[in-house]
């Protein structure tokens, strides 16, 4: 081995360790997915277990070898919405991916295939299939979807914003509103809910359904300053939804604005030019869902 050789492989080493000791450090955070009461603790208990710290390391490190210019921070910040993002694919049918870093952690996950599997059978029991899509394709109604899911199971903050960019920028949702409001459970189970999955996550949709009943009931009077002291958009949502044009400035710290989906975040993943884009109204980032 050559003297250069030598450098070179003691400084990716001294990287490597850097890394993972980084991630140990911050490893703490990365437990926090501020999930909504709608979401089965068990759900989440299992996930933490699914992805215990050894697995994440390893993970983590090869990412942050392939993308050095991200910090540990932002690395945690993808992947608290991969943890969100398997929580939506443990519950629902067909899931797309719509940020094309939080997809390549999972990427990441799927090198090792046995590891891979251990960590969906850890979790709920059966195997959540990655599907690559051929070509990039415009998915506004796939997003809207995602969309109506994420913000009754998590919290919306500057994070979520930052990594999805805006919210319903297609659509309001108003059909899958009134699907969830009028169907019966059974059929909403048939059409919507993941069908090899755990208990809690079939809980978890029980509980995401009757969470439209309910609001049919509360009204939405508070919901601003529900959201300013929780950062829970649940029922900013339902406000949004009957609100007119002329209200819907009110909503856009919330849902995001046109200039949070163009990117003019600085800590945008996009700002880094690691590779493509990452807009969020379409799945052409990752190409890739669940299933």
Same mark, same amino acid.
């Given at each position: 081995?050559?003297?250069?050789?030598?450098?070179?492989?003691?400084?990716?080493?001294?990287?490597?360790?850097?890394?993972?000791?980084? =991630?140990?450090?911050?490893?703490?955070?990365?437990?926090?997915?501020?999930?909504?009461?709608?979401?089965?603790?068990?759900?989440?208990?299992?996930?933490?277990?699914?992805?215990?710290?050894?697995?994440?390391?390893?993970?983590?490190?090869?990412?942050?070898?392939? =993308?050095?210019?991200?910090?540990?921070?932002?690395?945690?910040?993808?992947?608290?919405?991969?943890?969100?993002?398997?929580?939506?694919?443990?519950?629902? !049918?067909?899931?797309?991916?719509?940020?094309?870093?939080?997809?390549?952690?999972?990427?990441?996950?799927?090198?090792?295939?046995?590891?891979?599997?251990?960590?969906?059978?850890?979790?709920?029991?059966?195997? @959540?299939?990655?599907?690559?899509?051929?070509?990039?394709?415009?998915?506004?109604?796939?997003?809207?979807?995602?969309?109506?899911?994420?913000?009754?199971?998590?919290?919306?903050?500057?994070?979520?914003?930052? @990594?999805?960019?805006?919210?319903?920028?297609?659509?309001?949702?108003?059909?899958?509103?009134?699907?969830?409001?009028?169907? !019966? &459970?059974?059929?909403?189970?048939?059409?919507?809910? *993941?069908?090899?999955?755990?208990?809690?996550?079939?809980?978890? =949709?029980? =509980?995401?359904?009757? *969470?439209? !009943?309910?609001?049919?009931?509360?009204?939405? &009077?508070?919901?601003?300053? *529900?959201?300013?002291?929780?950062?829970?958009?649940?029922?900013?949502?339902?406000?949004?939804?009957?609100?007119?044009?002329?209200? !819907?400035?009110?909503?856009?710290?919330?849902?995001?604005?046109?200039?949070?989906?163009?990117?003019?975040?600085?800590?945008?993943?996009?700002?880094?030019?690691?590779?493509?884009?990452?807009?969020?109204?379409?799945?052409?980032?990752?190409?890739?869902?669940?299933?």
């Amino acid at each position: 081995m050559s003297w250069f050789s030598a450098i070179k492989k003691r400084w990716k080493q001294n990287k490597r360790e850097r890394y993972q000791e980084e =991630f140990r450090q911050n490893f703490e955070d990365t437990l926090v997915i501020h999930e909504l009461e709608t979401v089965h603790v068990n759900l989440i208990k299992y996930l933490h277990v699914a992805l215990n710290p050894e697995y994440m390391e390893e993970i983590n490190t090869a990412f942050r070898l392939k =993308f050095p210019r991200y910090s540990q921070r932002q690395v945690n910040e993808l992947w608290r919405e991969l943890k969100r993002y398997f929580v939506l694919a443990a519950i629902f !049918k067909q899931v797309e991916m719509f940020h094309d870093k939080v997809d390549e952690l999972w990427h990441l996950m799927l090198d090792d295939p046995n590891k891979y599997n251990q960590f969906c059978q850890t979790f709920i029991g059966h195997k @959540i299939e990655h599907i690559s899509h051929k070509q990039p394709t415009w998915k506004p109604t796939e997003r809207t979807l995602f969309d109506f899911y994420y913000v009754q199971l998590f919290t919306v903050d500057m994070i979520s914003l930052k @990594i999805w960019r805006k919210f319903f920028k297609e659509d309001k949702g108003i059909s899958f509103l009134n699907e969830f409001t009028s169907h !019966k &459970l059974t059929s909403l189970k048939q059409t919507y809910m *993941r069908t090899n999955t755990s208990q809690e996550a079939e809980q978890t =949709f029980e =509980f995401f359904v009757a *969470r439209f !009943k309910d609001a049919q009931n509360e009204g939405n &009077l508070h919901w601003k300053k *529900r959201y300013e002291q929780t950062d829970n958009a649940s029922p900013a949502y339902f406000a949004y939804v009957a609100a007119d044009e002329d209200a !819907k400035h009110e909503f856009k710290d919330i849902f995001g604005s046109d200039s949070t989906d163009s990117g003019s975040s600085s800590d945008s993943a996009s700002s880094y030019n690691d590779s493509g884009s990452d807009t969020s109204s379409c799945s052409s980032c990752s190409s890739c869902s669940s299933s």
